[in-house]
């Protein structure tokens, strides 16, 4: 074989899982399994957001070291899905650098949802947090108003733009513009609340989690530059949001409550993560799984928090444990990363509101209020990143008693 174009071969299929939303630590076991496959007798793997070095040694001897930059990242879990069964393809198969790369176009040739549904997933996830943390029915009018500038905004900017400082402040300015304006016209009561939605779909409180979970598992470098990352959204968020208000003055700060009754909540909350599914370009039967997932997150959490009053942390603690392990079940089922499951249904743990009130706090010059959200932020993904982090060392030691088990009995046999 021609390793060189192997290991090349390698790397665009590393290179295309981690921009389509692939988790660090997985995307490391993946290369190192596919490396594994083709007999190399060292190789070595270093991978962090913005770049991926292999460097092997080949069965005649033969030292290759190639680096990957990758400039930007765009969620796509439908070709992650894909990419990752080629990823076992290889492992299986050892297929030739030409076979990969075909294999590879094919992939990378998929669609993304037809726009529409693009569109109404963007409705869904902000208009159902925006429900979820207490808008009333003109609020949510407003949130599918904001939902739908979003999408059309960032569909444009997003093709030119990969700087998610400039992105995230650019939509946020619109959506807090179109909401402001509404409350200012009478025409809504809570933009505060509203806003909290439209926040969720940038997702910057996400990357926290993330970012504190790859700190936790040693992943030093990466995960300081996702936490980074999510900072710089965050300051976008931020920067928008303060340019509107100066604009059009402030809105209100209320402060949320969730909606009455726990039906109301599951239920808002279930079509919001749906709607990140979609957003997310997940299909198929794995959109439906990932609502089951939110919805019991959502009631794990709910039970922990207000009927057993556990406090805020030990309830998103006992909800990121259920969708770990329920994110592991699935991708079994489905034979898919479990990534997929994992990220659509949390985002009831994410600290949405949290965030949006410190970003508050700062242009309203309330930093009492940027204290005590803050707090709350980092206690929630701190939790969030434990509960993930339990369940990851809790799978990893039962497959390293399986593994020596087997191992056992194969001595046994002999």
Not at 215 to 232: C, W
Request: with cysteine; net charge negative.
């Amino acid at each position: 074989m021609n390793y060189e174009r192997i290991v090349q071969s390698l790397l665009d299929v590393g290179e295309e899982m981690l921009k389509c939303g692939a988790e660090n630590f997985r995307l490391d076991d993946s290369l190192y399994r596919m490396c594994e496959s083709y007999g190399f007798k060292r190789y070595d793997v270093f991978a962090i957001p913005s770049n991926i070095q292999i460097t092997v040694e080949t069965p005649d001897g033969q030292i290759i070291t190639q680096v990957r930059h990758i400039e930007y990242a765009d969620i796509d879990y439908d070709k992650l899905d894909y990419l990752n069964n080629l990823s076992r393809y290889i492992c299986e198969n050892t297929p030739d650098a030409d076979e990969i790369n075909k294999k590879l176009e094919e992939i990378m040739s998929r669609k993304w949802h037809k726009t529409p549904v693009k569109y109404l997933a963007g409705i869904m996830g902000g208009t159902g947090f925006a429900v979820m943390f207490g808008a009333g029915f003109a609020d949510a009018i407003a949130a599918i108003v904001a939902s739908i500038v979003i999408v059309a905004i960032g569909g444009v900017i997003g093709k030119r733009e990969h700087n998610v400082l400039v992105y995230n402040a650019v939509l946020a300015f619109f959506a807090e513009s179109v909401i402001l304006a509404s409350y200012n016209l009478g025409l809504i009561q809570h933009p505060d609340r509203v806003m909290i939605g439209i926040v969720m779909l940038l997702i910057s409180g996400l990357g926290v989690t993330i970012g504190i979970r790859e700190i936790l598992q040693r992943d030093f470098i990466s995960g300081f530059l996702t936490v980074a990352n999510s900072f710089l959204g965050a300051l976008g968020i931020a920067c928008g949001i303060a340019v509107s208000m100066i604009i059009l003055k402030e809105g209100s700060n209320e402060a949320f409550l969730l909606a009455d009754g726990l039906a109301v909540q599951l239920a808002s909350c279930t079509t919001a993560c749906v709607g990140f599914a979609l957003w997310f370009n997940i299909k198929g039967k794995q959109v439906v799984w990932a609502g089951v997932g939110a919805f019991f997150t959502w009631y794990i959490y709910a039970i922990a928090e207000y009927q057993f009053h556990l406090g805020n942390f030990v309830a998103t603690l006992l909800g990121a444990a259920f969708v770990a392990t329920f994110a592991l079940v699935m991708a079994r089922v489905c034979k898919a990363p479990s990534t997929i499951f994992l990220t659509a249904s949390s985002f009831p743990l994410i600290p949405g509101p949290n965030l949006y009130y410190v970003l508050y706090g700062f242009v309203s010059k309330d930093y009492a209020l940027v204290g005590s959200e803050t707090y709350l932020l980092f206690e929630t993904c701190i939790a969030i990143a434990v509960g993930f982090l339990i369940v990851d060392i809790i799978v990893r030691n039962l497959f390293y008693v399986k593994d020596a088990n087997r191992e056992y009995e194969l001595r046994e046999t002999k």
